[in-house]
């Protein structure tokens, strides 16, 4: 097989701008990179990089650095997103402004890091490296532009650690939310993470839950798949469980001002999970009396939804009946640039929507939510 | 029709593919083979371009362990979200909305049968005049 990529990628991204929307948007979900395996190096103390030298990093999930890439496409990325200057997809700002920020006219950019020290077993290692990319984000993006927004990286499995490190980023413009993923130790209600919801909350921070994650745990309830395509889909059922475990062990009663936003794992199962949530509780209330109203009811109060990969149902009336109940207010478009699965703002969102909520949709609701004026 | 000379054959060899820009519209030229074909660089989808994706054979089954791969070099996988498009017809395969609607009938197929997508490229006509690669548009 002869694979050729074309030298210069001026074509592509003029074809990027042609498409564009002119519209100003939000991008909620968007995947920085790093250029080198030591990039890092700079934020960490040297004993945290000898120790990485020596020892490396364990995970409580094999395949830490990501599954063996091509995933789809090479580094799960799109393939024009590679920076002339070298490097992975998502590891250049001036390309990224080129071929996302500027033809789109992304008026706020919110950078989710993944790969950022989260789920390593060795909780003070995993606390340095995410404090590490807290910095790098500041550094290598949100002070170079100001359109990005960084997500507060916390070592999440240690609690105290991740809430100490949120209340050192409160108050700090670079910062819009705390980044969780959907994939942890235990379910993401369980009172080990209650001091990550007491010090978002305190600062008026959302909390972010980006799909994937290194809990060890297999993707999906029934064990692990055989295909990429069941992953795809896994990461659904994982956040329809994180959010079950948010509702009924009482985070959304307890931290009543708490903002949760779900990120990449879609938004078409969430008033079927609603519905099935208040059924059984109707029944079973009284194993859990701190539940004290409907779950569907926190959920509509206090969750948002980021829009990547779009619900796509053959009838557009379909889509609409979902949103209507989830609410034209709480959806937050996002591309996921630069992954393979990105979506094309000018293509997403089907006609029949009137003007209020399409701005809502690709704008409104973000610089709401984050507090962007 | 105007007829673009865009190479001499030489300068495009079987694997190979070309990109270029005529009357602003971004194609692609390939050399399948010793055939040549030309694509509307802008897949029809979300509009990625297109051809910057790999060339690739079309796998089919005609039950789950059996796998034939054919067409070789012969198919682009979108480099956004990997639609597969036949590059000498512009044909897309293999989409869900078409597996949720279509009924089948009841009768085996051949192995061979590989649901055609509704997202059809935008092909140009291509071919060799005096040993120069002509794009006609
Ligand atoms: S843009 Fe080509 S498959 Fe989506």
Redesign the pocket.
């Known amino acids: 097989m002869n694979i050729q990529f074309r030298e210069s990628l001026e074509a592509a991204s003029s074809l990027t701008a042609k498409n564009a929307t002119k519209t100003a948007i939000a991008d909620c979900d968007i995947h920085p990179a790093r250029a080198s395996r030591t990039e890092l190096y700079p934020y960490l103390a040297k004993r945290w990089q000898h120790h990485l030298e020596v020892y490396g990093v364990h995970a409580y999930q094999g395949m830490m650095d990501g599954p063996p890439y091509p995933k789809a496409q090479p580094n799960a990325s799109r393939r024009d997103a590679y920076p002339p200057e070298g490097g992975p997809q998502g590891s250049s700002l001036s390309f990224m402004q080129k071929q996302l920020l500027d033809p789109n006219n992304v008026q706020l950019g919110v950078l989710n890091p993944l790969n950022s020290g989260q789920g390593i077993r060795n909780h003070e290692l995993s606390a340095a490296l995410c404090s590490a990319i807290n910095d790098w984000q500041i550094d290598k993006w949100t002070s170079k532009d100001k359109r990005l927004k960084g997500s507060i990286v916390v070592g999440n499995e240690d609690g105290l650690s991740a809430a100490a490190e949120i209340r050192e980023r409160a108050g700090d413009k670079n910062f819009v939310q705390v980044l969780l993923l959907s994939r942890n130790v235990e379910p993401l209600g369980q009172r080990r993470y209650w001091p990550i919801y007491q010090a978002a909350e305190e600062a008026g921070l959302p909390v972010g839950v980006h799909a994937f994650g290194f809990g060890g745990n297999p993707i999906t309830p029934s064990g692990w798949p055989s295909y990429y395509v069941e992953e795809m889909v896994g990461h659904s059922q994982c956040q329809q469980s994180a959010l079950a475990s948010l509702a009924l062990e009482g985070v959304f009663e307890r931290f009543p001002k708490l903002k949760m936003v779900m990120i990449e794992a879609g938004f078409g199962w969430a008033p079927s999970l609603a519905w099935r949530l208040d059924n059984v509780w109707q029944r079973l209330r009284s194993e859990v009396p701190h539940v004290k109203r409907p779950p569907s009811e926190y959920i509509r109060e206090q969750v948002w939804w980021t829009t990547q990969p779009m619900e796509d149902p053959e009838r557009r009336e379909d889509l609409f009946d979902v949103i209507n109940w989830i609410g034209w207010d709480r959806l937050l478009f996002a591309t996921d640039y630069p992954h393979w699965d990105y979506d094309?703002p000018s293509r997403v969102l089907p006609a029949g929507v009137s003007e209020d909520n399409r701005e809502a949709f690709y704008l409104g609701n973000a610089k709401k939510l984050y507090g962007i004026s | 029709m105007a007829r673009h000379v865009i190479a001499p054959v030489d300068e495009l060899p079987p694997g190979t593919r070309k990109f270029l820009e005529i009357d602003g519209r971004p194609i692609a030229v390939f050399n399948i083979k010793g055939e040549y074909f030309g694509l509307m660089n802008r897949?029809?989808?979300?509009?990625?371009a297109?051809c910057e994706?790999p060339l690739i054979g079309l796998a089919q089954s005609s039950d789950p362990g059996e796998i034939e791969y054919t067409k070789l070099g012969e198919i682009i996988r979108?480099?956004?979200?990997?639609?597969e498009f036949d590059i000498r017809t512009g044909q897309s395969y293999c989409d869900p909305r078409r597996f949720r609607v279509k009924a089948y009938p009841a009768h085996v197929e051949p192995g061979t049968s590989v649901v055609k997508g509704p997202y059809v490229a935008e092909t140009v006509t291509v071919k060799v005049e005096s040993d120069y690669v002509v794009v006609e548009l």
């Open positions: 094309e | 897949c029809p989808h979300q509009g990625a297109l994706g979108c480099p956004w979200h990997g639609w």
